[in-house]
């Protein structure tokens, strides 16, 4: 049983059948007004972790990048694999083995995807399988490219967020051009599903499902597509 997903290598057609959508219980308004269990997509995705593995000074031993960021669902990264270990040193290396390893050896509902985010073949396949299930995306550090936004809007479900490391965002683009794709952003607090750190000023990307198309239906999960989001209950 693969957890990698390789898009740099040809077109991918499915996802896995153990691969279950995340998504936490919900309500909608069904079309006869009542309103019925349903389920709101809670997809996690970040570019960057999947191939890297660093020296950790507080554990004294290496971890897979996979491991320092385990929070997110799916980790996108291009696939390096050029950088050897050097025995008896702590510097870093690439192995893509090790964070895949890492990653099957919990078994867990999770996949590491193998992709050029700045690849518009290999992004618009990646958003046939992952499109409108995700509620953040972000990137691990400041050098790592996020999505552009023509394919984060596809990704996210409305409310969504994009919270970046980095100016990849910010310098490139206005919020002028980002409005007509559906983003509205502000210095919002947020809280790191890394660390639990309450970030105060971190700029963030709202997708009002303004535009991108239409939510694609719901994968895995035996539910029919929704007719209108409603307010969860706590």
């Not at 509902?109 to 992952?130: A, G, P, S």
Request: net charge positive; with cysteine; hydrophobic share 30%.
């Amino acid at each position: 049983m693969s957890r990698k997903l390789d898009f740099r290598a040809g077109v991918v057609h499915s996802l896995p059948d153990w691969f279950v959508m995340p998504a936490d219980p919900g309500f909608i308004t069904n079309q006869s007004g009542e309103l019925i269990n349903s389920w709101d997509p809670t997809l996690k995705i970040i570019t960057g972790p999947g191939d890297y593995v660093h020296w950790d000074d507080t554990a004294q031993r290496f971890k897979t990048n996979i491991e320092n960021w385990y929070m997110y669902d799916i980790f996108c990264c291009f696939g390096d694999n050029d950088i050897p270990h050097v025995a008896g040193t702590t510097h870093s290396y690439t192995s893509v083995d090790e964070n895949l390893a890492y990653l099957d050896s919990k078994g867990a509902n999770k996949l590491l995807c193998i992709i050029d985010v700045n690849n518009k073949e290999q992004t618009d396949n990646f958003v046939r399988l992952f499109g409108r299930n995700a509620e953040l995306i972000s990137n691990d550090t400041a050098h790592s490219p996020p999505f552009p936004p023509t394919v984060c809007n596809r990704l996210l479900i409305p409310g969504g967020k994009v919270v970046l490391r980095g100016t990849y965002w910010t310098k490139k683009y206005t919020d002028e051009q980002l409005s007509p794709l559906g983003f509205t952003s502000a210095i919002t607090p947020w809280r790191d599903p890394r660390n639990g750190r309450l970030m105060t000023t971190q700029k963030v990307y709202t997708y009002t499902g303004a535009a991108g198309g239409r939510r694609r239906a719901r994968r895995k999960t035996g539910r029919t597509k929704r007719s209108r989001r409603t307010r969860r209950k706590n």
